[in-house]
């Protein structure tokens, strides 16, 4: 059992935990502007494509990651203008933004390159060790410039909410986009710009876990963006505890990785798959840590 | 540009014509992924219209896939009229899929059509209806938000599906035993000879009923009348005492039935079987048919027959343009009906409150 | 982004506000006229009243000067230039609105919403030491005492209005414009409010103040406008004579037939006697907790999850949102003990958020009690010992004749999407033998207009809505009435013929309690008035108390300082409506 608590399991869970993490802070900056996403799935796939496909074209790995975050953003900004705009409820634009990202990742894979499942490999980022020991896989994760970016936005996304104008506005107008309207701020604008930083957080996450995989594989998300919202909705819309529910999914599924290991094919194995889902709806109807959510949560200014 | 395109919407304001709005933008859009991956696009529609309506095999399989969306697409109406999302009717039908499967299968061989059939629709109805109340119960009981639990039970069935199916029922290539014969349903074409070879059933004149049946009974029934206040206000319902937890289950219930009769149309008309993936998508596909047909049952039937044909389409059109292509449209056809139809509501002012608060403060 | 910066005056905040007026404004909605060729000038330093019935167009005119609504013709002036019909624009020429319904983020600090949309910035972070010390100096000058540190949820009603003040003149505003202030304070904090504007105006800030209360016009404004039908009818300026002896009532006189128009004056028919008889509702050592204590089955959304996720398609009023988690746990009605006989009207009064919210709610059953019970015709009807959902206590006492009607309209009696057809019936469906006919009588009982079953409840005034919510309550038969705030948002004219009908139900037998906030009301109505105060009856008065012996009883005995009353008003802030533990 101790190497469940070895430094290669914290290595892993970190490497495993990184997407989790930035699509729940991606959904916590959503939600707290009052816009509900439960797209975070097709920004996902969309950063993760876009990534690849830039990396692959122009060989730079910074390029690719850059058009990933930017694809992320336009995916996460066309679903606040489509719900701030044209007033399309925000669950359907979600799903329907799900249903896009998967297929149209899919046609790019045949169109561009031919394949029904996946894109050419990728170098990704390498820094650090090459070595297998734990020590030198938690550098290499440590090292990695996504994980890097990823974790000083993590960390800056308390402070901004709490601490800077455009996260109090933010906050505002998902609490009471009336009241936050009769204050003179745009709240259009203002949930255009959080779902920018949203999207621009969730992509982050794509991008890793392709830039992780050296490639791009059709419906590579894998759910992760449903995961990342039960995080959101456990952690009661805080951004740290979301990174922090995160990093215990990513945990278990290290844990369940090693378990396939063991025992290839068991039930248990893939009984593990459940966790995150059964421990969402059993937190979620004992009450347990519940927090309202924002107020404005999918209302308007009247 | 918009306000143009907002106000040129409203002109157009019956509900019908958005749908012509939506087609509009669908095949525009076809055209364009048809000449992107080289195809002519005339080519594509011709190749589009002929795996569809062109022929009796063609319309056999939209009325095939019309029925899973009538069901689904009516259940999310259903819910929706308590103000609940259903988005678990993808969970809800791939498990009652499952056990109706199962059930078929070990039906003794001499068992009559007239006992099996309904014994299936209630293994269906019994089991959609379980797993949407659960959604319901910790919804009206526990305060649960129906979103996020339809979405981890959702990923549930998702995981536990393929395990049943290998691990619980040893099935080698993640389908089940063929059901009795005396459960599967007639096909159409035993009916209209020139649907021959289409897997429509007769589950879609089921359907079709059903979804007559089920609006008379939302529109004029005491319950289905409390369902629509329900879903308006539920705090005045509660105060004038109705009773909103449990209309707001049943209305789970009803929904998840209609879900799990997806099975009717899949199982026991198509398929004899449950293969995994059978009739997946449905659930989600079902909320867009009920966006553009959630206001009468002939707007549902046709919006169901919309989308029926696009996704026979797809595969009408693969050989000249990817089948996913049909996903991008599907997409992009709700977004637009979802999109024309706020639309095309009557403007109200920027400044002016949409529903101002009279209560005390 | 800032053009209108060239108006800000170099001294800031200090001297004459902007001199405001409507040239010939109309406003439409829809095809209703609101306001109609309105011109009216308001000059800085003094107190403006605008007053009218309710639908006159006051608000709507209000709204106009602040900006907020654009005429649909006609225009604004602001120191004889148009106003852009933006609420940025308005700020930016130094014009502030206090809304009636506040606009406040329940979840920000006071002190978060006052420097909301002008926040003070330090090297990228909110300068809040900057905003605290700008906004006490503010409060302090115009004698307005708000903690700033305190969550809005947990201020007083009073509290909260004093921060929106604050507020505003934060913002730089040198035109305060207050929509119904006055319509949830009690007696006490109407003067004191009255008190700061009186500064303000002193400073030679322009006031609009929107009332319907007259008495107060005549005693603290400096000019009256009355509106009738959308048009102004009357306009006057007081002088200090004016507000006492026999000119201020020659005056009222003349400002209520302003506002009554041609319209006739009722009187009431003198109030049945109370029999001696045996009491139909009784309580009896009754307690109720605050609303969020328990009870999770009752039907009011409690979601923990992405409430209001399904945006339009939930229907609830978003003011019946209320948060989870509250600061404090107090009782929110203590050991209350009450008989009301047949044929007997009693009325309660207090300062609103006393309790008497969570009182009607308790005896419809939404809320359990905690201790106590309540007894209806001999019979026990509620007790704590019952561990029954919110739905099989209200519908038992529907079923024992127990009507009530709420003081939120559209949060407890009317679904406002649903036709009035079905809003006359609501709940009813299964008791009813002939719908048509229920619904034909209660339409026509108050004369509800338009008189068109088909029209969707949102589509009616505040006024009619309010008819059909009375017309539903008294047809039921009841055998016991509790009403709270039955006249609230209703014309004068209009609540005479409630105040009629009240008063035949109790003729014919029914036991009626009461709760207003209108003291007149009570004492028009009332055969005695309680008075609650932190959830337990604190006396007992004759119709013929006075405002000032109610308002002692109301408050304490002692005066109070601002604080404390702020604090003898917090139970409010802890009432919830349905949430979630």
Redesign the interface.
Known sequence: MSSLFSVAMLAETLRISAPYACAAVGGVWAERAGIVQIGLEGVLLSGAFAAVAVAVASGSMALGLAAGVALGVGVSMLHATLVEKTRIDAVVSGIALNLLAFSATRLALRALYDSASNSPSIAGFRFGPTGTSGTDMLLRTLLDPVTVIAVLAIAASPFVFAETRFGLRVRAVGENPTAARAAGINVSRTRLAALAVSGAMTALGGVHLAFDQHRFESGMSGGRGFIALAAVVLSGWRPARAAVLCLAFGWLEAVQLRLQDVSRGSSLATLTQLLPYVATLLVLALGLGRRAAPAGLGRHAE | M?AVA?RLARSLTPPRVRVLFAIAGALLLLNL?SW??GAAPLETLAEAYSGTWGTGYGIGQVLFKSTTLLFTGLAFVVA?RV???N?GAEGQLGLASLGVAVLGSRLPANMPALVAIPLMLACAIAIGAGYAGLAGV??A?????E???G???N??V???L??LLV?VLGAVSLRTANIAPAASLMKLSAVVNSLAGSAASIAFPLAVVVVFATFAWLERS?VG??F???????????????????RRVQAMLLSGALAGLVATGTVLGYEGAFELGLGAGAG?SG??VA?LGRTSPAALIFSALVFGTLAQAGLAINALV?R?????L???V??LV??VA??A?PET?L??????????? | MNQAAEHVRPEGSRGSGPRLALALATRLFEDRVAVSSLSITLEPGRIHALVGENGAGKSTALKMLAGVLAPSSGGVLVDGEPLAPHAQAALDRKIGLVYQHFMLVDVFTALDNIMLGAEPVRRGRLDRATARARAGAIATEAGLEVRLDSSVSELSVGEKQRLEIVRVLFRGARAVLLDEPTAVLAPLEVAELYGTLRRLAAGGATIVVVTHRLDEVVRFADEVTVMRRGSKVHHESLSEDSRSGEEASVLLERLTRAVMGDEPMHTLTPRPLALVAAPLLELVGLSVDNAGSVDNAGGVDNAGGVDGASGAADGSDPSTRKQASTPKRRPAIVDVSLAVAAGEIVGVAGIEGNGQTELVRALAGLVPLAAGMVRVNGDVLFTPELAETTAVRVTRARARGLVTVHEDRHAEELVLDATVRDNLVLGELAQLADEGATQARRLSRFAIEPANPAFLARQLSGGNQQKLVVARALDRGATVLVLAQPTRGVDIGTARVIHQAITDAAASGAAVLIVSADLNELRTLAHRIVVLRQGSIVGELPPSATDEELGRAMLGSRKLPNSELANSATPKSDVRLGNSP
């Open positions: 918009s907002a992924l992107a991956f929706l103000g609940l999302f988005i910790l919804r009981r526990l305060g649960v938000h979103i996020i639990s979405i981890m039970l990923r549930v998702d995981v536990v393929p395990w691990a005491r009348r409390e629509a206040w329900v879903g308006k206000s539920p705090s005045v319902c509660t105060a004038q005492g109705i009773d909103v937890p449990k989600f909320i867009a966006m990817p996913e292509a049909m996903g991008v599907e997409a992009v709700i977004l979802g999109a706020i639309a509501e002012p400044t002016e409150p949409v529903a101002p608060k009279v209560s005390a403060p």
